[in-house]
């Protein structure tokens, strides 16, 4: 595993699996279990970013803040897997453009349900959830789904985003850019400067600049200011305040209650 090679930043790789579950093997992920290793599981959705941007900017935030996570909870004692990174959700708001994939509620459920029923087979114990998709009954469906798991199988699952514990000397976040387009949530700058950090291969510049804000999703899919992107200037530095904060969640949960 290479994940002590992370650096945050432009990613010279594109590969989803790379530090992941899925390029380990049988003896390394049953060795994984049984040290205890709790599991980071990150989610998506495949779904439009706007004309400047491709489908995948739900998956890869997801995957590479559980790159970046892993190594925040190692430096604190607490060893994680990454699991593959799944992107089959829900969309409703922008499910009529093309390039959405959104399964219904039932599906997501079922989907995660199995998930959860392999990692606890395998002798894994605990799974954060990693979510990058913002989507009200995506979201909803995941916590009915950790609900479900926590009720029906051996394993203890959390959202991470619903994690509330308190933690001593948190870290400080960037300050919002004044004067900032609003509302920004869909492939606006936002989200067109995180991918263009870490992936800017998968950012059509010439595009974004051209775009003017929208504050809503009609009529080209994305809802914000893209063409402001390059004025987002602590990215990085935000990714880094926000694993740090979760990884000290996930340490006080640890230390509290497993």
Known sequence: ??????????????????????EMNLMEV?????KGDVVLLPIGIIEEHG?????SPDIY?????????????????IHSIIAPPYYWGISEDVKK????????????????MDIFGSLSSW?????????????????????????EANNKLDIHAWLLSDLDFHVDNPPIFPKPREGKFEPDYHAGANETAAVWTFYPEKVDVEVARGLKPQNSFDPLGYCGDPASFDLEKYVI???????????L???????NCL
């Open 51 to 55: 004309p400047h941007m491709d489908l």
């Open 1 to 22: 595993m290479s994940k002590n090679q992370f650096v945050l930043g432009k990613q010279p790789d594109l590969s989803i699996f790379l530090d992941t579950m899925v």
């Open 237 to 247: 530095e935000f990714f880094e305040a926000d694993a740090e904060l979760d990884s």
């Open 30 to 34: 049953k060795e994984s279990a049984e």
């Open 123 to 147: 002798g894994f114990s605990e799974v954060f959830i990693i979510n990058a998709h913002g989507d009200k009954t995506h979201v909803e469906t995941i916590r009915y789904s950790v609900k």
């Open 249 to 255: 969640r996930i340490k006080a949960l640890v230390n």
């Open 97 to 112: 453009y093309p390039g959405t994939f959104s399964v219904r509620p039932e599906t997501f459920k079922a989907m995660l």
């Open 61 to 77: 935030m997801a995957y590479i803040f559980c790159r970046l996570l892993r190594l925040k909870l190692d430096n604190k004692g």
